[in-house]
């Protein structure tokens, strides 16, 4: 299994992405390089075809007769590899070498204005036309002399040297190709392959055991993207072995602090048993501070069910459910006003229907309505309208506000912005609860005179 994994990492690695470009590059500048060198080659071999038969024509006007035999003729056409020799001067002279009657030919192709283009379809179609058929080359003299020299060689001679010069323009091509291709990997195995499987390796490394700290600087000092990437990481693997001794420490408070409370939660019901006593006391400095005494307990006792709860709650499991919102704020408002003198107002559009767990959404509005009077506030607005596909609630106060040092951690546990004695446990299980729908809360507004917390649920599309 393992040689398995191995294989297949080996297979999409880097490296071997690498080596899969380079032998495609290999491969493209061959392909791009062979034809202009095929044509180069050909049109060469053509020119040196041209100037043989020119110095055959020198040649045979300098001798003593000014003719040749027909079997010398035919030996000098037979080195130059061709069939006949034309030479038009400016002064209209014409010399020719070769058969009586001049050939009947079936391609041109004039050197003067040779192109690659033109050098590979006459390559093409002296393949595809046989043996048998005669090309006319027309080009200039070689040299200052002015003379146009016009040659005849058969498709075969031409056939056999393209063949040699595509052998010899692939060589080349892929000898130029693989240089590059070497350079490629090299350049690219150097630059990022390298740095980047060092990264891999110290992230994997660092999932694996994240206290080890003899990996943690992978920082090489780079300015591009790679040394951005290291660099962050490097802080990443920071802020987590912070946060992970932090839990660690945390976690350990925390049993114990459960442990303590639920002792004392035990302790504190003892002593509510006991206040029972107390109640029906004739002593007026007992009858005087009893209600205070008990509402203290109460209160501690509360405190302790909400810490231990929090401690022991798993994750979240929605029941979602239709119900009407403005029965439901109704409701909530019933449940949190207790005599106090407070407006409370529901601007909630009667026929709004959402779809949720109604048993945590109590928690998070109930908790929000609740934070709100204990904020003395005198009116507290809640408004609801839809767009597109969520549902926004907005909870508005005119109470005291949250403090600004406060604001950025008021999710967090154990953070009350309240009175004291609360858990300051309600806004983060309230997020928790809104999270768990998929959704958002958040302080739109906070100051002195007003506040308004923001929940965002999303309407699932089932519904």
């Known amino acids: 299994m393992e040689s398995k994994n191995n294989s297949l990492l080996l297979q999409n690695s880097l490296s071997a992405r690498v080596i899969v470009y380079s032998l495609l590059v290999t491969v493209l500048v061959t392909s791009l390089m062979a034809f202009p060198l095929v044509a180069h080659y050909s049109d060469n071999w053509l020119k040196n075809r041209v100037a043989a038969a020119y110095l055959i024509s020198l040649a045979t006007e300098s001798s003593s007769e000014g003719s040749v035999n027909r079997n010398l003729?035919?030996?000098?056409?037979?080195?130059?590899?061709?069939?006949?020799?034309?030479?038009?001067?400016?002064?209209?002279q014409t010399f020719m070498l070769g058969p009586d009657m001049p050939l009947v030919f079936d391609y041109h192709h004039?050197?003067?204005?040779?192109?690659?283009?033109?050098?590979?379809?006459?390559?093409l179609k002296a393949t595809m036309g046989g043996g048998q058929k005669i090309i006319h080359i027309t080009d200039n003299a070689p040299g200052a002399v002015r003379a146009l020299v016009e040659i005849d060689i058969g498709c075969h001679e031409l056939f056999l040297q393209a063949m040699d010069s595509t052998k010899r323009a692939l060589g080349t091509a892929l000898l130029t190709a693989l240089l590059m291709s070497i350079f490629f990997y090299g350049f690219l195995q150097i630059s990022v392959v390298l740095p980047l499987q060092h990264l891999t390796s110290g992230i994997l490394a660092f999932r694996a055991d994240p206290n080890d700290v003899s990996r943690t600087n992978l920082v090489s000092g780079?300015?591009?993207?790679?040394?951005?990437?290291?660099?962050?990481?490097?802080?990443?693997?920071?802020?987590?072995?912070?946060t992970l001794v932090l839990r660690t420490r945390l976690a350990a408070i925390g049993m114990a602090v459960t442990k303590i409370q639920h002792d004392l939660k035990g302790l504190l019901s003892s002593v509510m048993v006991v206040s029972d006593t107390l109640e029906?006391?004739?002593?007026?400095?007992?009858?005087?501070?009893?209600?205070?005494?008990?509402?203290?307990?109460?209160?501690?006792?509360?405190?302790c069910h909400s810490s231990l709860n929090f401690a022991t709650e798993g994750p979240l499991r929605l029941e979602l459910e239709?119900?009407?919102?403005?029965?439901?704020?109704?409701?909530?408002?019933?449940?949190?006003?207790?005599?106090?003198?407070?407006?409370?107002?529901?601007?909630?559009?009667?026929?709004?229907?959402?779809?949720?767990?109604?048993?945590q959404l109590r928690r998070v509005i109930g908790n929000?309505?609740?934070?709100?009077?204990?904020?003395?506030?005198?009116?507290?607005?809640?408004s609801a309208v839809i767009r597109q596909d969520r549902v926004e609630i907005d909870i508005t106060d005119n109470g005291t506000g949250i403090p600004e040092k406060l604001k950025s951690q008021i999710f967090k546990p154990f953070i009350s912005s309240t009175k004291a004695g609360n858990s300051g446990l309600g806004l983060s299980i309230a997020k928790d609860v809104v999270s768990a729908h998929g959704g958002t809360i958040s302080i739109v507004v906070s100051e002195p005179g007003r506040t308004v917390f923001s929940v965002h649920l999303p309407i699932p599309a089932d519904y």
């Open 110 to 123: 004039d050197l003067r204005y040779s192109t690659m283009q033109s050098t590979l379809s006459l390559l």
């Open 73 to 92: 003729e035919q030996r000098l056409l037979t080195q130059a590899n061709v069939l006949g020799i034309t030479i038009r001067k400016a002064d209209n």
């Open 322 to 359: 239709k119900f009407n919102l403005f029965t439901f704020i109704e409701e909530l408002f019933k449940e949190c006003n207790s005599g106090r003198k407070v407006a409370l107002i529901n601007q909630v559009p009667p026929a709004l229907v959402m779809v949720g767990d109604k048993a």
């Open 280 to 303: 029906t006391s004739r002593d007026p400095e007992v009858r005087r501070i009893f209600p205070g005494l008990i509402t203290a307990i109460d209160r501690a006792v509360e405190l």
């Open 368 to 382: 929000l309505i609740l934070n709100a009077l204990e904020a003395d506030s005198s009116k507290i607005i809640v």
């Open 222 to 242: 780079r300015i591009d993207e790679i040394g951005i990437a290291e660099e962050a990481f490097q802080q990443m693997q920071n802020d987590i072995r912070a």
